[in-house]
Each structure stands twice: as C-alpha cells, then as structure tokens.
C-alpha cells in the first residue's frame, strides 16, 4: 500500500500539483489548510482540514486518523506572530520548549517539522514528488548575463549568504555592486518593487535568490515563477540569478517564455559551501 500523503498547504497552486502529482504516483493525499493562507481552490476535491496555526490537537488527529506517515510543506505562508498562532495546548507546550528564537522562517519551520517527526511522521520535500521543479546550472532562456552582471551575481550571492545565516530571507538585489535592498519579512515580490523606486542610471540590476546556509532542503526552497519575471522587468532589472539545485523554479516553459520577451536573463547558479559556524 503506497504512503499516505499529507500536504500544509500554502498559498499559490503549488499545493494543488502537488496533489496532482502525488495521486498520479497512486498516492492517497490530505491537506492541511491554513485560514487566510490556502487558497479554497486548492483543496477541491481533496480530503482536507482548514486551520489555523496554533490548532495542533486538531491537526495531528486529523493527520493520525487518517493514517498519514509522510508530510509535505507546499507554497508560501506569511509567518504568524504569537498572538496570531492563537495556540492551543499542544501548540503552546511546544513553543515553549522550543523558544521565541525559533520564529525566525528558517528556524520556525526547523522547529515545527522536529515537532512533527516526535510525533513519527516522515516530512519530504517538494523536490521529492516534483523532481523537474529544481533550478538546472546554466541559463535557463536564450540571455545571458556580460561581465557587470556577473560581478552583480557574485556579490548577491555573498550579501544572500550573509543575510540567510541570520534567517533574515533568501533574495538580494545588486546593481553595479551596489546592494539596493536585501529581502526581510515583506518577500521578494515587495523587494523587487521597492527596488524598482531604488535603481541608478545605466545597467539594470540582478535579483539574486539562493536558499540559506543552514537551510533544510525540505523545507520553504527559494521559489520563482513567471510572477517573479514580470515584477523583475517591471522593476527595471536585467535579469535573475537562483541556486542551481536549490530553488523551484515553477512553469519553467512560461517563466523562460516570459523572460525572453522581457529581455531578462534567468540563469541557474553555484552558490557555494555552507557559511562556517
């Protein structure tokens, strides 16, 4: 009998081919939906919970009587406050062994997927059911980036690295070697706009997203999609820079279909080893 599937659902459609996905390898699939989070049209037609965060009696009984052994964490989720999480006993027993230091994206999903394998459950990642979704080396489209723009990649990847082992986020923007802004808790789609208003004269910048040194491969990969190409053109950048192997680059033939005629490059880079400790 194949492993049942359970999916925390995000925002996006990510959930929702995933599910695909896992049902097509003959999988029994449950999703966990979070309020003002997931959206309804992805938990059509699937056996599903609607929560909120801090529900975790609720969602580990409707995971356990299920016969749910395997979970996935599937699209983006703005992180709660305390207060937002509004948790429940469970929930609350388990914020307390773990701290407030956790809530920071890296560390608040480290925490919870520790918290879910005590209760024996198996946590996958996307790249696991989604196999084609990583990020190949090379330029992805028909551009490339010249000389300035590889010099912007570098130090991207530098300032990324940097700012992602202190689990601030994932993405920077550089432009002639200046750093115009580093992503926090806004995301990168409100990064790439509010360095739109930022660019200087002449070449356009690079968004640079590489996942965090740290970072537990299952677990919140940088993402990009044809959203992330319109807003980078839109911004007046020149092109984007990922992890090769390290990010989910979602409707690839979209994404390079919209690129190409935005003039962007979309190239898959080496980030480099983990920063030391």
Known sequence: MAVRLAIFAGGGDLPARLAEAARG??????MVAFEGHTAPAAVAGVPHLWSRFGAASAILEFLHGNGVT??????PVRRPSIPEIMPDWRATKFLAKVGTRALGD????????????????????????????LAPAGPLGALVPDATAEADIVRG??????VGALDVGQAVVVQQGLVLGVEAIEG?????????????????GVLVKVKKPQQDRRLDLPTVGV??????????????????????????????????AAGLFV???????????
């Open 25 to 30: 390898a003959g999988r029994e699939v449950f």
């Open 70 to 75: 395997e979970l996935v964490f599937a699209g």
């Open 106 to 133: 890296d560390g608040f999903l480290r925490a919870i997927t520790r918290g879910l394998e005590d209760e024996g459950f198996r946590v996958v990642g996307i790249q696991d059911i989604l196999r084609d979704l």
């Open 157 to 162: 990847i530098e300032v990324a690295r940097i």
């Open 188 to 204: 990168t789609d409100a990064l790439i706009a509010r360095c739109g208003s930022l660019r200087r004269e002449g070449a356009g």
């Open 227 to 260: 959203r992330t190409v319109a807003a980078a053109a839109a911004a007046g950048l020149r092109g984007i820079a990922i992890e090769a192997g390290g990010t989910l680059v979602m409707d690839r033939p979209a994404l390079v279909a919209e690129a190409d």
């Open 267 to 277: 190239v898959g880079v080496a980030a480099g080893a983990p920063l030391p400790s």
